[in-house]
């Protein structure tokens, strides 16, 4: 008997915020995560055998998400976890699933310059989103930069990246201005008066969380316009710009392998699954895909070695493909990162994203950024115009 099943099923692990700052984009994630069970539980199953989700809510804490980790893995028995948001939650959580011999699924675009055996970063990597949002923004509107994020790790490495890739444009960082975590108005005072002052191209945004439509309802009160100088982000979803006056979103500018208003056949179903489950105003995310692409191929390797044992399942990941959302993607057995499809998109006056820039290319993930030029991307051999 499998020591994580119980009566008929297999149980794995789910841990994403339903509380906190970080509440909005996780909830996406943590639906996806579950659409994605439903659907495999209404097909049978893995092995005829039911998969149950055992899920709790770290509420954005990184102490609180490692004491729920260990919970999971000694309570419950799982030996699957699906979760993590913020790069502090990860590096408290990996630490016990290394412990434990589990294998982790992390959904989320971060920084890069990690690798685990025991976990698949099914989110993109710099080489797949900061690069590409770089080189649109450089030949696009300038290269005089201010960088604002939220005062943690991701935010600082993410700038770090930036400004290499825009001191090869021979650009000028301007500032690099960090705000609390859960910053309120106030915080954004000093960075609109240094807006003013420095009159940059672009804002470089790292603000994760609640903190997000702050920035944009402060910068929209300013009286700034996107179309000569626009916010530019990485961390900006579709769940922040549900929290903001579409007046304030209209006209900044996103980087993600996927966004709600694709139009491929495999992203319009997803969508249209997510909002039928959740709600047609139900906001679905680059970070929500990637959570249900993941556990697709998890189970789908689970199904193919006929357990869940985390060495057993990794041995069928690697190389493993599977047509998500965005395109056809692929876990690089090299580094456990995914190839994936970047984009840039705009806000529209309704505050969706609109495509702007597919370079139509899946992207080799490059987690430590061995190639930073410009204009010399790492792409796979598999190119597609239709995606």
């Known amino acids: ?100 011999r589990g294998l982790l699924f992390y959904p989320t675009f971060y920084e890069g310059f990690e690798y685990s055996r025991h976990c698949i970063y099914s989110g993109a990597a710099p080489n797949q989103n900061s690069l590409q949002l770089a080189k649109y923004l450089l030949s696009t509107y300038g290269n005089r930069f201010l960088l604002v994020g939220s005062n943690y790790v991701y935010p600082y490495e993410s700038n770090r990246l930036m400004t290499d890739f825009v001191m090869q444009d021979r650009g ?29 191209d672009v804002i470089f945004s790292t603000i994760v969380g609640r903190s997000t439509a702050l920035f944009y309802e402060a910068y929209r009160a300013a009286g700034f316009d996107p179309r000569t100088m626009p916010i530019a982000s990485l961390t900006t979803s579709e769940a922040d710009v549900a929290d903001m006056r579409p007046e304030a979103a209209e006209g900044h500018i996103t980087a993600a392998p996927f966004f709600a208003t694709l139009s491929t056949a495999s992203a319009r179903r997803f969508v249209g699954s997510f909002r039928e489950r959740y709600g047609p105003d139900a906001p679905v995310t680059a970070a929500a895909e990637a959570a249900y692409f993941q556990v697709h191929l998890a189970m789908r390797a689970m199904a193919r070695c006929g357990s869940d044992d985390p060495e057993r399942v990794l041995l069928e990941l690697r190389d493993a493909e599977f047509d998500a959302p965005q395109g056809r993607v692929r876990i690089d057995p090299e580094n456990n990162h995914a190839y994936l499809w970047p984009r840039i998109a705009r806000l529209d006056q309704h505050g969706r994203f609109q495509t702007v820039w597919n370079p139509g290319v899946r992207i080799k993930p490059d987690p430590y950024c061995v190639v930073q030029s410009l204009d010399d991307w790492s792409a796979d051999d598999l190119q597609s115009s239709s995606h």
């Open 1 to 100: 008997m499998n020591p994580s099943g119980t009566g008929n099923s297999w149980r794995v692990g789910v841990l994403f915020s339903q509380t906190g700052v970080t509440a909005a984009t996780e909830q996406t994630q943590l639906n996806a995560t579950l659409l994605a069970i439903e659907e495999i539980n209404a097909n049978g199953g893995v092995l005829d055998r039911r998969v149950e989700p055992v899920i709790y809510d770290p509420a954005s804490d990184p102490k609180l998400s490692r004491t729920l980790a260990e919970r999971l893995f000694q309570v419950d028995r799982i030996r699957l976890l699906f979760g993590c948001y913020m790069t502090s939650t990860r590096k408290a959580v990996l630490p016990v699933v290394e412990s434990h």
């Open 172 to 200: 000028k960082i301007l500032d690099e201005i960090y705000v609390p975590l859960d910053a309120g108005s106030k915080d954004f005072d000093k960075v609109i008066r240094r807006i003013k002052k420095t009159s940059p």
